[in-house]
Every structure is written in structure tokens, then in C-alpha cells.
């Protein structure tokens, strides 16, 4: 079957760095993307990563490694507002999304 | 970027009524849409695939007749929640791609049945 995992819940405090890690088992891939969502609302866009390596957007980067299904998301400079979930999500084969469950990050002051 | 507008944002409904969502890409054309259902906690759930001009594509468990997905025009789709119970009550999101890239999703709409 196919299959995300992503850790629960992670706590970080402002201003420092956190990695959420995320692995994956799909029939196929073909991407691999992250997105934060706030409580009651809907998922925003983070990174997108379909080849191996690192990409960074300002204060987000994404790693991905295939043949590892690994990736991670690296928050720094946490500020109050990146409390959140985070949820990896990969297309496989049929380009359809599939969703890890969530993690939810929380932010200490 | 491209926006996906989803309304209503909000609505309460009696149980055995029918509710209408509306999911309508504003700034491009969207072929194909997906609707998510998502519950307190947990990931997003596709629960159908909706395909402009032709019949929506439902995820095993999900009852075609109970959610019906219209995708009448290449910016506009529609869940209606018919003969709504208090186990339907959920998140519902929309959203639609551009090329294999990234999804854009609608803002949700919270479903309360009572």
C-alpha cells in the first residue's frame, strides 16, 4: 500500500530552527510537496521537490531524496506564526496526491 | 499566483437538507478539480475527482449519489451534500492544479449539520 510518515506533533522555540522529516512509500512518484495549514483553514503552498537536492524559499527549504523516500522541511528563524501543521503530500504514478497525515509544529516563546 | 475560491465559507444546515459548495478558479482554467474532506486532526481524505465536461470520479467508499460533483464549466465545480446527516458535518476543500505542479485550494467550507 502506499504510505506517508511524518511525526505527530514536533515543539520548537521562536527564533530557533526545526526539520520536520517525512517518508514515503507510493507506487511511483512523481513529486513531492509541502504545505502548512493553519487550524480551520485550508493548506497554503510551501516547496515542491521532484529531484533530488535541497530548495530554499526565504526561511523554508526542502530536501527530498528518492531513493530513500526521505524528505524534510527546515523552518528557521521560527517566528509565533509558523505554529501550525505541516503536511508532506507525494504524487505517484497516477499523479494523484497522497496525503501524510500532518504535523502539527507549536512555537514557544 | 492562481486563486481557487471556495464558498460558502461557513454553513449550518438541518438534517435531510441538501447543501451546495461552490469551487471556482479565478484566474484560470482548471480541467480538473479534486474535493477533500478533512476531519478534526487528521490529513485530507480526495473524495472525488471532477472532470469538466464529463462524470466525476469517485474514491472507493464514497457514495456518488450522496455527494454529487458537477463540473460544468472549466472554472466552476460543485459538491452538493444531499440529504445531509450529522456525520457529514467536516471540512470540505476544494482545489485544482496547474500542470503537475502545485495544488491551489479554495479557502474550505465548514459543514455543520444539525
Known amino acids: 500500500g502506499q504510505n506517508i510518515d511524518q511525526p505527530t506533533e514536533m515543539t520548537a522555540t521562536e527564533g530557533a530552527i526545526v526539520q520536520i522529516n517525512c517518508t514515503y512509500q507510493?507506487?511511483?512518484?512523481?513529486?513531492l510537496f509541502w504545505y502548512q495549514q493553519h487550524a480551520g483553514e485550508a493548506p497554503t503552498f510551501l516547496s515542491y521537490?521532484?529531484l533530488d537536492g535541497l530548495e530554499e524559499k526565504g526561511r523554508f527549504s526542502s530536501f527530498l531524496s528518492r531513493s530513500k523516500g526521505y524528505s524534510y522541511l527546515l523552518l528557521k528563524e521560527l517566528q509565533m506564526k509558523d505554529s501550525a501543521s505541516y503536511l508532506c503530500a507525494v504524487k505517484d504514478s497516477n499523479y494523484q496526491l497522497i496525503w501524510g497525515a500532518g504535523t502539527k509544529l507549536i512555537i514557544k516563546p | 499566483g492562481a486563486v481557487v475560491s471556495q464558498h460558502p465559507s461557513r454553513v449550518i444546515c438541518k438534517s435531510g437538507t441538501s447543501v451546495k459548495i461552490e469551487c471556482r478558479s479565478l484566474d484560470f482554467q482548471a480541467t480538473t478539480m479534486f474535493w477533500y474532506r478533512q476531519f478534526p486532526k487528521q490529513s485530507l481524505m480526495l473524495m472525488a475527482t471532477?472532470?469538466?465536461?464529463?462524470?466525476?470520479?469517485?474514491e472507493q467508499g464514497v457514495e456518488k449519489d450522496k455527494f454529487l460533483i458537477n463540473h460544468a464549466s472549466l472554472t466552476l465545480s460543485t459538491l452538493t451534500v444531499t440529504s445531509a446527516h450529522p456525520e457529514d458535518s467536516s471540512f470540505y476543500i476544494c482545489s485544482a492544479n496547474i500542470g503537475d505542479t502545485e495544488a491551489f485550494f479554495g479557502q474550505g467550507t465548514r459543514l455543520t449539520v444539525v
Open positions: 521537490n521532484v
Open positions: 471532477s472532470n469538466e465536461g464529463s462524470k466525476a470520479t469517485y
Open positions: 507510493t507506487s511511483g512518484f512523481n513529486g
